[in-house]
T-cell receptor, first 114, second 113 residues
Framework: SAVISQKPSRDICQRGTSLTIQCQVD?????MFWYRQQPGQSLTLIAT?????????ESGFVIDKFPISRPNLTFSTLTVSNMSPEDSSIYLC???????????FGPGTRLTVT | DQQVKQNSPSLSVQEGRISILNCDYT??????FLWYKKYPAEGPTFLIS?????DKNEDGRFTVFLNKSAKHLSLHIVPSQPGDSAVYFC????????????FGKGTLLTVNP
């Protein structure tokens, strides 16, 4: 399985500001994913980030709110823009394993918006 | 519309006994099912998976059973150990080239010494 790191591990932000979360993988991967886990809820896919193309967003998530970059095969960023308290969540990146079925997750970024 | 449901928010078992975690789904297009374990302040850790064409997969103390006609799967842990105490998530893969995972809300397993 891939080793995935995320920065920051946690942050407390003021409403109206933006935060960029970084995801680094120790091997080259084609597909990376960004998920969100709101308090007491399941994990929900925000978008799929492929290197060399625009990210694909799930229903209910838009690029202006969650812009994503994927500059190479080992790195991606997710920005949470113009934050409100409803954005308080754990944000996780993941990659598909070599089998093509399992996904492996980073440790997550715990975001609190005040 | 919740396509993957874990109806038990919590489960408590004694050390050494069997833990059974259940999961139901509604979308017949799901082709792969996975179980993840999550400790507080950590990301989900992949535990075990099963293809939709199988009905059982075993890995050490962990066995996953799939009943496709009932759209139901279960994770059996035997014997349960205190270190198994965590939140367990059931997830389903979209099918074909759809890599999206749809998660249940999780079940908090507590294994008492």
């Amino acid at each position: 399985s891939a080793v995935i790191s995320q920065k920051p591990s946690r942050d407390i932000c003021q409403r109206g500001t933006s935060l960029t979360i970084q995801c680094q993988v120790d091997s080259q991967v084609t597909m990376m994913f960004w998920y969100r886990q709101q308090p007491g809820q399941s994990l929900t896919l925000i978008a799929t980030a492929n290197q060399g193309s625009e990210a694909t967003y799930e229903s209910g998530f838009v690029i202006d709110k969650f812009p994503i970059s994927r500059p190479n095969l080992t790195f991606s960023t997710l920005t949470v823009s113009n934050m409100s308290p409803e954005d308080s969540s754990i944000y996780l990146c993941s990659v598909v394993g070599t089998s093509g079925y399992e996904q492996y997750f980073g440790p997550g970024t715990r975001l609190t918006v005040t | 519309d919740q396509q993957v449901k874990q109806n038990s928010p919590s489960l408590s078992v004694q050390e050494g006994r069997i833990s059974i975690l259940n999961c139901d789904y509604t979308n017949s297009m799901f082709d792969y099912f996975l179980w993840y374990k999550k400790y507080p302040a950590e990301g989900p850790t992949f535990l075990i998976s099963i293809s939709s064409i199988k009905d059982k997969n075993e890995d050490g103390r962990f066995t996953v059973f799939l009943n496709k006609s009932a759209k139901h799967l279960s994770l059996h842990i035997v014997p349960s150990q205190p270190g198994d105490s965590a939140v367990y998530f059931c997830a389903a893969r979209g099918g074909g080239s759809n890599y999206k995972l749809t998660f249940g809300k999780g079940t908090l397993l507590t294994v008492n010494p």
